[in-house]
């Protein structure tokens, strides 16, 4: 299995330009997380998915950002528009009930600088 | 509210030693308890997971330990290596649903040749 997988690896763009970021989890997997690491908050979750539905948004920061799962292999978290404080990497994972532990398994992240 | 503590932030050790990585939580609640590492720019990986009703797991030369009733859980690394060095996470689930798992912010081990 390739793990999950997330694309970009960097992004840089000006403040004010709209990011999107894609994740596509671990096959067979029915959970997918977003999470945002920065120096000062550590990891923070932003938002999950249940078979496609998002289930907790609590911690997305502000209607800038989005996040949509459309099918069971793909996300995307989207901010619109950019603002230098959103430059974190950002972590995308899955996990599974099968195993009943819901161990979480994190993409390699995406590190998005915003100027 | 569930938070997670870790401390100390940093640890530098020399080559060889056994060492003891700490996490607090202030709930004792919880459903299972997971040791992450994470090298620089890189994402995290799942090296133990302990259910609350266990009392450790091992994985070679790692041996993860959880106290509910104190809120404590260590992560033993014995005979160290340079390939070790590298920033270490606890997290903790507080119930049975996959729901979001809480974070400690972590402990940045880095072992001296």
């Known amino acids: 299995d390739a793990g999950v997988i997330q694309s970009p690896r960097h992004e840089v763009t000006e403040m004010g330009q709209e990011v999107t970021l894609r994740c596509k989890p671990i096959?067979?997997?029915?959970?997918l997380f977003w999470y945002r690491q920065t120096m000062m908050r550590g990891l923070e979750l932003l938002i999950y998915f249940n078979n496609n539905v998002p289930i907790d948004d609590s911690g997305m920061p502000e209607d800038r950002f989005s996040a949509k799962m459309p099918n069971a292999s793909f996300s995307t978290l989207k901010i619109q528009p950019s603002e230098p404080r959103d430059s974190a990497v950002y972590f995308c994972a899955s996990s599974t009930p099968d195993l009943a532990a819901y161990e979480q398994y994190f993409g390699p992240g995406t590190r998005l600088t915003v100027t | 509210k569930q938070e997670v503590t870790q401390i100390p932030a940093a640890l530098s050790v020399p080559e060889g030693e056994n060492l003891v990585l700490n996490c607090s939580f202030t709930d004792s609640a919880i459903y299972n308890l997971q040791w992450f590492r994470q090298d620089p720019g890189k994402g995290l990986t799942s090296l133990l997971l302990i259910q609350s009703s266990q009392r450790e797991q091992t994985s070679g030369r790692l041996n993860a330990s959880l106290d509910k009733s104190s809120g404590r859980s260590t992560l033993y690394i014995a005979a160290s290596q340079p390939g070790d060095s590298a920033t270490y996470l606890c997290a903790v689930r507080p119930n049975s649903s996959a729901s979001k798992i809480i974070f400690g912010s972590g402990t940045r081990l880095s072992i001296r040749p």
């Open positions: 096959s067979g997997h029915d959970y």
